[in-house]
């Protein structure tokens, strides 16, 4: 009877023990599943933050070598030309919407690849029609569309690529180019998308002008709404 009862003490005894150590096991496991909860729940927190941050902040995209615009001259399917010089109120108004028209969101521009700026490519299209300096050629009549500004530079301006350096071209590579006038297609609705700018470059020690495209992306809807209102 004795060992009996010695034997369910012993029971008892490791019954317990085996008890302890599954609450102790379970209290370390929750405690685990509390700490990892913690930690992911802080990196979607950071991400969510980081995400907001980024679609608030604005970066700008135009050319830094721009120079200072002299005039506009607004196309528009349909209507008069509209010609927009320096130190006018109207000239004012459209020059402050064409520089927002060149500014994205951050994380617009970061998934779109176009967070380095631009891309400049040249080609051997004429900008100006035979035996002209004023009047565009068929071929870069028939790039713009009937939606189009011509870009007026108050001097003539070294064309760069986005790293600063001295765009040269790619049929004679030892010649860079100047510039002083730009086109670019206006868009009839309000969406940001991939933009060309058709630059006048006039390759160097010769009389040549040709076609010079900058890509980048902008919305250019408020350029069409502000010569539509």
Do not use: H
């Not at 008890?19 to 929750?30: G, I, M, Q």
């Not at 991939?194 to 002008?209: F, N, P, S």
């Not at 992306?217 to 709404?225: E, G, S």
């Amino acid at each position: 009877m004795e060992e009996n009862l010695l034997q369910q003490e012993s029971n008892e005894n490791v019954e317990n023990v085996l008890n302890s150590v599954s609450d102790a096991y379970l209290a370390k496991k929750k405690r685990s599943r509390i700490i990892s909860f913690s930690i992911i729940s802080g990196i979607i927190l950071a991400l969510a933050i980081a995400i907001i941050v980024m679609s608030c902040i604005k970066v700008d995209l135009y050319p830094k070598f721009m120079g200072k615009v002299s005039s506009y001259q607004v196309n528009i399917s349909g209507s008069t030309p509209m010609t927009l010089v320096e130190n006018t109120d109207d000239y004012d108004e459209f020059n402050n919407i064409y520089l927002e028209t060149f500014q994205t969101q951050y994380l617009t521009a970061l998934f779109t690849g176009r967070l380095g700026g631009y891309t400049l490519q040249d080609t051997q299209y004429d900008f100006y029609a035979k035996n002209s300096q004023t009047v565009i050629s068929d071929e870069l009549r028939k790039r713009l569309g009937e939606n189009y500004v011509k870009v007026s530079f108050a001097e003539d301006k070294q064309i760069l690529n986005s790293n600063g350096s001295i765009f040269k071209s790619s049929f004679n590579t030892d010649k860079s180019f100047t510039f002083n006038e730009m086109y670019f297609s206006i868009n009839t609705k309000n969406s940001q998308s991939d933009t060309t700018l058709y630059l006048g470059g006039k390759l160097e020690g010769t009389d040549a002008v040709r076609i010079i495209e900058i890509n980048l992306r902008a919305n250019t809807y408020d350029l069409y709404k502000f010569a539509t209102k």
